[in-house]
């Protein structure tokens, strides 16, 4: 099987701002063809190591390799990429079609190239036959298309998005998310896309970068990312999680006995540990359900406990149950209709219930 190249290497990047660490020893292969997310919260280093790739920062230390080649100290202008902004920095005065194809003026292509190239954007963006408007006749959802053709026109080979659909209301995003990763695909283009968003990131990506005050906390795909996250910070920035701090209190040979403020749970043996190690537990909210007589036989744990609240989300319902004096337990669960009526009269607050989880969809983390 033929290995798949890189297209761009990242080794030891190191970046500070005074006394502030931007980024600290950051080293990633891009594959080639590949979609990869950088995702953190604000102040995380996301944008200023997209913006060292761009070549606008230059690292303290490191090297950005594309193609095998050390890039540090090439302009941003002669790298072969091309960058897409939240702000789509749109020539106001310029028509669309101007607005696309003004890098192919700046290299003096010919006329006829350059009508057929942009003619190939607008129809890959969806856009067939609005040349001759301006911006400000567009939507959000437009101008940010046109920007996307207008760093397309180059063919980079590699492009940067740095939050690109922050600024587009909810809708219009979700489906921006969909066409630009088709876009991706089709084109086969090399995407780093900066988000804070982690439906975002789990929706377009080939492979998730989790950052945290300038350092990778994990890279995954976004399944195993979601379904085992390697840290308290993974299992609750991207999605949502019950976490408890426990103790173990009993090794078997495929699971782990352990203490919970007087409760005990069993988990998955996926780690290394011996009787009294502090360890994290992080169930994901779907994975814990309310136990009926036809599903006792289904969950290793199983806790009564009342109802707190319940927060309607329409096709899904949340359960927070207090299952000791310290621990409420949290279930996310998809309704019908029908069981919507029936959760109003049988599970009110303060209706005892019981949960139940399987020991499998327990991911045991030390810290």
Known sequence: MEKESSALVIQNICKTFGEVTAVKDFGLEVKDGEFVSLLGPSGCGKTTLLRIIAGFEIPDSGEVLLDGENIIGLQPFKRPMNMVFQRYALFPHMTVYENIAFSQFLKKRPKEEIEQKVKKMLELVQLEGFEPRKPNQLSGGQCQRIALARALINEPRVLLLDEPLGALDLKIRKQM????????????????????????????????????????????????????????????????????????VKVKADHLVVGVDGLQLLAHRNIDAKVGDKIVLAIRLEKVSRVTGASKKEYDNQFPGKIEDVVFFGALVKYYVRISENITLIAEENITEEE?????????????????????????LIE
């Open 177 to 248: 998310q969909i066409e630009l990763k088709k876009i991706q695909e089709k084109l086969k283009i090399t995407f780093i896309y900066v988000t804070h968003d982690q439906e975002e990131a789990l929706v377009m990506s080939d492979r998730i970068v989790l950052m945290k005050l300038g350092e990778i906390i994990q890279v995954d795909t976004p399944k195993r990312i979601y379904n085992h996250p390697n840290s308290r910070f993974a299992a609750t920035f991207i999605g949502e999680s019950n976490i408890f701090d426990g103790e173990v």
């Open 340 to 364: 919507s009526d029936q959760d109003a009269e049988e599970n009110n607050i303060g209706t005892t219930v019981t949960l139940g989880f399987s020991r499998k969809d327990v991911n045991v």
